[in-house]
């Protein structure tokens, strides 16, 4: 089946540790996103690429990284540098073109412990 | 820069009941404007969109209507069920852009 795959589902990081969310589209698209969401504040961008091997920052882009090696991949890094980074994490694509639709994962839940 | 606003929720209905979720949108030229729906600890669903103005958006029963000169987008269902109760988030992308900036979102609850 075509879609996006997010994992992990579920990711608990001690603090002053890096970790990487992993993001995979069957579905041919050109651009890639992450999204941050936090109760009552709606998505948040972070980074999208629309090509492999380049990427731009979003609103939120500090203490995060990016990587696009792949068309399929799109791996999103959270750094030690980003001071409150427990929430729930939204990978999306789409084909090119303004105006087209944005399909999401099914998201993966950060935890600072 | 481009923006959506969305009424706060939470929204509270008795199932069968019309439900409106008003979204207004502030953006320069002619953006591509969306609704999508989430389940609790779900990712996002499209629900409908429309890319030009007086372009009407429905889906499973829901609707919306791209109404230029009053800057809205406002979603409505005219009998709402259990099944409905989901946060609703308003999202355009820019003239120019590729990615979606959303709404806050509003919670729907919809009782038996």
């Known amino acids: 089946d075509g879609g996006i795959t997010q994992s992990p589902k579920y990711l608990f990081r001690k603090e002053g540790q890096n970790v990487t969310l992993s993001c995979e589209q069957n579905?041919?698209?050109?651009?890639m996103y992450w999204y941050r969401q936090d109760p009552g504040q709606g998505l948040r961008l972070i980074y999208y690429?629309?090509?492999?091997?380049?990427?731009q920052k979003g609103d939120i882009a500090e203490g995060y990284s990016v990587s696009r090696e792949k068309k399929e991949s799109f791996p999103l890094t959270v750094t030690s540098a980003q001071k409150n980074p427990t929430a729930f994490y939204l990978c999306?694509?789409?084909?090119?073109?303004?105006?087209?639709?944005?399909?999401f994962g099914e998201g993966s839940w950060l935890t600072v412990v | 820069g481009d923006s959506v606003t969305q009424m706060e929720g939470p929204v509270t209905l008795s199932e069968e009941a019309f439900l409106t979720i008003n979204c207004t949108y502030t953006?320069?030229?002619?953006?591509?404007l969306f609704w999508y729906v989430q389940y609790p600890g779900e990712g996002l669903q499209l629900l409908l969109k429309?890319?030009?103005?007086?372009d009407k958006g429905s889906n499973k029963g829901f609707e919306a209507t791209y109404r230029k000169e009053t800057t809205s987008f406002h979603l409505e269902k005219g009998s709402v069920q259990v099944s409905d109760s989901a946060v609703y988030f308003c999202?355009?992308?820019?003239?120019?852009?590729?990615?979606?900036?959303f709404g806050k979102g509003t919670s729907l609850l919809v009782t038996p």
């Open positions: 999306a694509s789409s084909i090119e073109g303004s105006g087209n639709t944005i399909y």
């Open positions: 579905l041919n698209h050109d651009a």
């Open positions: 690429s629309q090509i492999v091997n380049d990427f």
């Open positions: 953006a320069t030229g002619y953006p591509s």
């Open positions: 429309a890319t030009k103005a007086d």
């Open positions: 999202a355009l992308t820019p003239n120019s852009g590729y990615a979606l900036n």
